[in-house]
């Protein structure tokens, strides 16, 4: 069964740095459009980063130039390197991951920004 693990999370204070790893298990196949979301109590999950069409990548306008998304492909994991950090990047950090229309989510790790 394939599983997603995030690690990474935790707190950091505004104009920090975290990097969140997310590791695939169960599946020796890459999954596909492996990325990153978010979500903060009362609000929809919304996408942060995430691979698309192989290695191309995209980001929610409000992290571009902040955020980055890398992977290593022989480890099946995947990598969000958070750099400048607001209050407003609160929120559960979500990996997700498909393969043969399954889509897999992890369970999510927190990041908290304070001001």
């Known amino acids: 069964q394939v599983q997603l693990v995030e690690s990474g999370g935790g707190s950091v204070q505004a104009g920090g740095s975290l990097r969140l790893s997310c590791a695939a298990s169960g599946t020796s196949f890459r999954l596909n459009a492996m990325g990153w979301y978010r979500q903060t109590p009362g609000k929809q999950r919304e996408l942060v980063a995430s691979f698309f069409s192989g290695d191309s990548t995209m980001y929610a306008d409000s992290v571009k130039g902040r955020f980055t998304i890398s992977r290593d492909s022989a480890k099946n994991t995947v990598y969000l390197q958070m750099n400048s950090l607001k209050p407003d990047d609160t929120a559960v950090y979500y990996c997700?991951?498909?393969?043969?229309?399954?889509?897999?989510w992890g369970q999510g790790t927190q990041v908290t920004v304070s001001s």
């Open positions: 997700t991951g498909s393969r043969y229309g399954i889509i897999y």
